[in-house]
Protein backbone atom coordinates (compact mmCIF):
# COMPACT_ATOMS: atom_id res chain seq x y z
CA UNK A 1 0.00 0.00 0.00
CA UNK A 2 2.23 2.67 -1.11
CA UNK A 3 0.05 5.63 -1.02
CA UNK A 4 -0.79 4.74 3.27
CA UNK A 5 0.57 5.94 5.98
CA UNK A 6 0.94 5.13 9.56
CA UNK A 7 -2.79 6.90 11.23
CA UNK A 8 -1.40 7.68 14.93
CA UNK A 9 1.60 9.75 13.06
CA UNK A 10 2.76 12.50 15.62
CA UNK A 11 2.97 16.18 14.52
CA UNK A 12 -0.17 16.89 12.83
CA UNK A 13 -0.70 20.42 11.09
CA UNK A 14 -2.48 22.08 14.68
CA UNK A 15 -4.78 24.37 12.30
CA UNK A 16 -5.66 21.37 9.65
CA UNK A 17 -6.89 19.22 12.42
CA UNK A 18 -9.04 22.69 13.96
CA UNK A 19 -10.14 23.10 10.36
CA UNK A 20 -11.31 19.22 10.07
CA UNK A 21 -13.18 19.35 13.45
CA UNK A 22 -14.71 22.65 12.74
CA UNK A 23 -16.34 20.57 8.91
CA UNK A 24 -17.04 17.49 11.09
CA UNK A 25 -18.99 19.79 13.91
CA UNK A 26 -21.31 20.68 11.07
CA UNK A 27 -21.00 17.23 9.54
CA UNK A 28 -22.27 15.63 12.47
CA UNK A 29 -25.03 18.01 12.66
CA UNK A 30 -26.30 17.03 9.22
CA UNK A 31 -25.77 13.74 10.52
CA UNK A 32 -27.78 13.89 13.15
CA UNK A 33 -30.80 16.33 11.26
CA UNK A 34 -30.81 13.51 8.70
CA UNK A 35 -29.98 16.43 5.96
CA UNK A 36 -28.27 14.03 3.01
CA UNK A 37 -30.66 11.41 4.11
CA UNK A 38 -28.32 8.65 5.63
CA UNK A 39 -31.15 6.73 7.21
CA UNK A 40 -32.84 6.26 3.77
CA UNK A 41 -29.70 5.33 2.17
CA UNK A 42 -27.71 3.01 4.54
CA UNK A 43 -31.48 1.17 5.45
CA UNK A 44 -30.93 0.69 1.52
CA UNK A 45 -27.49 -0.06 1.25
CA UNK A 46 -27.86 -2.84 4.39
CA UNK A 47 -31.24 -4.63 2.29
CA UNK A 48 -28.39 -4.81 -0.95
CA UNK A 49 -25.67 -6.24 1.35
CA UNK A 50 -27.90 -8.65 2.53
CA UNK A 51 -29.03 -10.09 -0.84
CA UNK A 52 -25.28 -11.30 -1.37
CA UNK A 53 -24.77 -14.83 -1.47
CA UNK A 54 -21.66 -15.48 0.69
CA UNK A 55 -19.75 -13.78 3.81
CA UNK A 56 -18.06 -10.60 2.33
CA UNK A 57 -14.73 -8.04 2.70
CA UNK A 58 -15.67 -4.29 2.43
CA UNK A 59 -13.44 -1.69 1.07
CA UNK A 60 -14.90 2.17 2.72
CA UNK A 61 -13.42 4.59 0.75
CA UNK A 62 -13.87 8.33 2.30
CA UNK A 63 -15.26 6.22 5.55
CA UNK A 64 -15.85 9.39 7.58
CA UNK A 65 -16.28 8.02 11.11
CA UNK A 66 -17.53 4.82 9.88
CA UNK A 67 -20.78 5.47 12.04
CA UNK A 68 -23.63 4.31 9.00
CA UNK A 69 -21.50 2.31 7.69
CA UNK A 70 -20.91 0.06 11.00
CA UNK A 71 -24.57 0.08 11.26
CA UNK A 72 -25.24 -1.16 7.82
CA UNK A 73 -22.48 -4.01 8.48
CA UNK A 74 -23.85 -4.65 11.92
CA UNK A 75 -24.91 -8.78 11.83
CA UNK A 76 -23.88 -9.36 8.07
CA UNK A 77 -21.31 -11.99 7.65
CA UNK A 78 -18.15 -9.89 7.25
CA UNK A 79 -14.83 -11.00 6.24
CA UNK A 80 -12.51 -8.14 6.10
CA UNK A 81 -13.48 -4.50 6.65
CA UNK A 82 -10.89 -1.49 5.33
CA UNK A 83 -11.31 2.17 5.58
CA UNK A 84 -9.41 4.48 3.86
CA UNK A 85 -9.76 8.33 4.56
CA UNK A 86 -8.04 11.63 3.63
CA UNK A 87 -8.43 12.40 7.35
CA UNK A 88 -6.30 10.92 10.52
CA UNK A 89 -9.04 11.98 12.80
CA UNK A 90 -11.71 10.06 11.08
CA UNK A 91 -10.13 7.31 10.91
CA UNK A 92 -9.05 7.20 14.67
CA UNK A 93 -13.26 7.76 15.60
CA UNK A 94 -14.41 4.93 12.32
CA UNK A 95 -11.64 2.54 14.11
CA UNK A 96 -13.80 2.96 17.22
CA UNK A 97 -16.67 2.24 15.71
CA UNK A 98 -15.91 -0.14 13.56
CA UNK A 99 -14.49 -2.34 17.07
CA UNK A 100 -18.18 -4.07 17.42
CA UNK A 101 -17.17 -5.50 13.99
CA UNK A 102 -15.41 -9.12 14.54
CA UNK A 103 -13.72 -9.42 11.30
CA UNK A 104 -10.29 -8.37 10.40
CA UNK A 105 -9.39 -4.59 9.89
CA UNK A 106 -7.72 -2.16 8.30
CA UNK A 107 -7.66 1.50 8.43
CA UNK A 108 -5.23 3.31 6.01
CA UNK A 109 -4.98 7.04 5.97
CA UNK A 110 -4.53 7.71 1.87
CA UNK A 111 -6.25 9.47 -0.76
CA UNK A 112 -8.69 6.81 -1.83
CA UNK A 113 -7.80 7.68 -5.71
CA UNK A 114 -3.85 7.09 -5.28
CA UNK A 115 -4.99 4.49 -2.95
CA UNK A 116 -7.13 2.03 -5.46
CA UNK A 117 -4.71 3.10 -7.68
CA UNK A 118 -1.52 1.29 -5.70
CA UNK A 119 -3.76 -1.40 -4.29
CA UNK A 120 -3.82 -5.34 -6.23
CA UNK A 121 -6.08 -6.97 -3.10
CA UNK A 122 -9.15 -7.68 -4.51
CA UNK A 123 -12.64 -7.06 -2.56
CA UNK A 124 -16.39 -8.43 -2.40
CA UNK A 125 -17.72 -4.97 -1.99
CA UNK A 126 -16.13 -1.74 -2.42
CA UNK A 127 -18.37 1.05 -1.47
CA UNK A 128 -18.20 5.44 -1.44
CA UNK A 129 -20.29 6.94 -0.08
CA UNK A 130 -20.03 11.28 -0.28
CA UNK A 131 -17.11 11.26 -1.56
CA UNK A 132 -16.64 10.25 -5.05
CA UNK A 133 -18.57 13.51 -6.24
CA UNK A 134 -15.93 15.34 -5.20
CA UNK A 135 -14.23 13.86 -8.82
CA UNK A 136 -15.21 16.10 -11.72
CA UNK A 137 -17.13 13.64 -14.40
CA UNK A 138 -14.01 12.99 -16.49
CA UNK A 139 -11.97 11.87 -13.64
CA UNK A 140 -14.69 9.87 -12.55
CA UNK A 141 -14.80 8.29 -15.97
CA UNK A 142 -11.00 7.55 -15.37
CA UNK A 143 -11.26 6.02 -12.07
CA UNK A 144 -13.83 3.66 -12.29
CA UNK A 145 -12.48 1.21 -14.42
CA UNK A 146 -9.21 1.17 -11.34
CA UNK A 147 -12.08 0.92 -8.71
CA UNK A 148 -13.81 -1.83 -11.28
CA UNK A 149 -10.19 -3.75 -10.75
CA UNK A 150 -10.59 -3.87 -6.95
CA UNK A 151 -14.17 -5.85 -7.17
CA UNK A 152 -13.64 -9.46 -7.04
CA UNK A 153 -15.70 -11.50 -9.44
CA UNK A 154 -19.55 -11.77 -8.39
CA UNK A 155 -19.07 -8.44 -6.14
CA UNK A 156 -20.45 -4.92 -6.40
CA UNK A 157 -19.35 -1.37 -6.12
CA UNK A 158 -22.40 0.76 -4.01
CA UNK A 159 -22.04 4.62 -4.07
CA UNK A 160 -24.11 6.84 -2.34
CA UNK A 161 -23.82 10.38 -3.98
CA UNK A 162 -25.80 13.92 -4.77
CA UNK A 163 -27.51 13.83 -8.06
CA UNK A 164 -28.71 16.07 -10.80
CA UNK A 165 -31.72 15.89 -12.26
CA UNK A 166 -31.62 14.52 -16.36
CA UNK A 167 -30.86 17.55 -18.14
CA UNK A 168 -29.65 19.97 -15.34
CA UNK A 169 -26.14 21.47 -15.34
CA UNK A 170 -23.77 21.30 -12.25
CA UNK A 171 -24.60 25.08 -11.33
CA UNK A 172 -28.52 24.64 -12.01
CA UNK A 173 -28.33 21.23 -9.45
CA UNK A 174 -26.31 22.90 -6.84
CA UNK A 175 -28.50 26.24 -7.05
CA UNK A 176 -31.49 23.77 -6.54
CA UNK A 177 -29.48 22.40 -3.58
CA UNK A 178 -28.98 25.36 -2.13
CA UNK A 179 -32.47 26.37 -2.09
CA UNK A 180 -33.18 23.48 -0.17
CA UNK A 181 -30.79 23.42 2.44
CA UNK A 182 -31.33 27.09 2.86
CA UNK A 183 -34.98 26.97 3.47
CA UNK A 184 -34.54 23.16 5.75
CA UNK A 185 -30.84 22.71 7.23
CA UNK A 186 -32.37 25.27 10.27
CA UNK A 187 -30.04 23.25 12.90
CA UNK A 188 -27.19 25.12 11.43
CA UNK A 189 -26.00 28.23 12.59
CA UNK A 190 -25.88 31.05 9.61
CA UNK A 191 -22.16 30.64 9.56
CA UNK A 192 -22.09 26.60 9.17
CA UNK A 193 -24.43 27.27 6.49
CA UNK A 194 -22.06 29.03 4.81
CA UNK A 195 -19.35 26.76 5.56
CA UNK A 196 -21.63 24.33 4.28
CA UNK A 197 -22.85 26.06 1.34
CA UNK A 198 -18.76 27.21 0.20
CA UNK A 199 -18.19 23.02 0.60
CA UNK A 200 -20.63 22.01 -2.10
CA UNK A 201 -20.19 25.02 -4.78
CA UNK A 202 -16.41 24.33 -4.32
CA UNK A 203 -15.73 20.82 -4.50
CA UNK A 204 -19.54 19.25 -5.42
CA UNK A 205 -19.89 17.52 -8.92
CA UNK A 206 -23.42 15.54 -8.99
CA UNK A 207 -24.44 13.21 -11.66
CA UNK A 208 -27.78 12.35 -13.26
CA UNK A 209 -28.92 8.90 -12.80
CA UNK A 210 -28.60 8.05 -16.45
CA UNK A 211 -25.02 9.33 -16.01
CA UNK A 212 -23.79 7.15 -13.27
CA UNK A 213 -25.61 4.28 -15.40
CA UNK A 214 -23.99 5.22 -18.31
CA UNK A 215 -20.02 5.70 -16.55
CA UNK A 216 -20.98 2.42 -14.45
CA UNK A 217 -21.64 0.46 -17.97
CA UNK A 218 -18.57 2.11 -19.78
CA UNK A 219 -16.45 1.04 -16.71
CA UNK A 220 -17.43 -2.42 -17.57
CA UNK A 221 -19.66 -2.84 -14.09
CA UNK A 222 -22.71 -4.81 -15.04
CA UNK A 223 -26.67 -4.19 -14.22
CA UNK A 224 -26.34 -1.05 -12.40
CA UNK A 225 -29.66 0.10 -10.54
CA UNK A 226 -30.73 2.45 -8.65
CA UNK A 227 -31.15 1.94 -4.36
CA UNK A 228 -32.37 4.65 -3.35
CA UNK A 229 -33.47 8.40 -4.09
CA UNK A 230 -34.40 11.11 -1.41
CA UNK A 231 -37.57 12.64 -2.44
CA UNK A 232 -36.16 15.98 -3.73
CA UNK A 233 -33.96 14.21 -6.15
CA UNK A 234 -30.26 15.14 -4.50
CA UNK A 235 -29.52 12.42 -3.38
CA UNK A 236 -29.14 8.54 -4.88
CA UNK A 237 -27.21 5.11 -4.22
CA UNK A 238 -26.36 2.71 -6.37
CA UNK A 239 -25.21 -0.82 -7.00
CA UNK A 240 -23.56 -2.21 -9.98
CA UNK A 241 -21.88 -5.71 -10.11
CA UNK A 242 -18.98 -7.20 -11.92
C1 LIG B 1 -18.93 13.58 3.59
S1 LIG B 1 -17.82 12.52 4.44
C2 LIG B 1 -18.62 10.95 4.17
C3 LIG B 1 -18.42 9.99 5.31
C4 LIG B 1 -19.22 8.69 5.19
N1 LIG B 1 -18.73 7.88 4.09
C5 LIG B 1 -20.71 8.96 5.03
O1 LIG B 1 -21.33 8.39 4.12
O2 LIG B 1 -21.27 9.70 5.85
C6 LIG B 1 -16.49 12.45 3.30
C7 LIG B 1 -15.25 11.75 3.86
O3 LIG B 1 -14.44 11.40 2.75
C8 LIG B 1 -13.13 11.80 3.01
N2 LIG B 1 -12.53 12.06 1.69
C9 LIG B 1 -12.92 12.97 0.76
N3 LIG B 1 -12.14 12.88 -0.34
C10 LIG B 1 -11.25 11.88 -0.10
C11 LIG B 1 -10.19 11.32 -0.86
N4 LIG B 1 -9.90 11.75 -2.08
N5 LIG B 1 -9.49 10.31 -0.31
C12 LIG B 1 -9.77 9.85 0.94
N6 LIG B 1 -10.76 10.37 1.71
C13 LIG B 1 -11.50 11.36 1.19
C14 LIG B 1 -13.20 13.00 3.93
O4 LIG B 1 -12.02 13.14 4.71
C15 LIG B 1 -14.42 12.64 4.78
O5 LIG B 1 -14.07 11.92 5.93
Not at 15 to 40: C, G, M, N, P, T
Not at 49 to 57: G, K
Not at 91 to 110: D, H, I, Y
Not at 175 to 186: C, K, L, S
Request: with cysteine.
Amino acid sequence: MAASQPIDEPGQDAAQVKAFFDQWAIYRKVLEFDYLHHRAAYAAIGRALEELPHPFSFLDLGAGDAECTVGALAGKPLTRYEAVDLSAVALRLARKRAEMLPCVKNFVQADFVEHVRASRETFDVVFIGLSFHHLPQAHKRSFLPELRRLVAPGGRLIVYEPIRRAGESREEALARWWEVARATWTALAPDELEKARDHVFGNDYPESVDAYAGLFSEAGFARPRVLFTDPDALYAGFEAGV
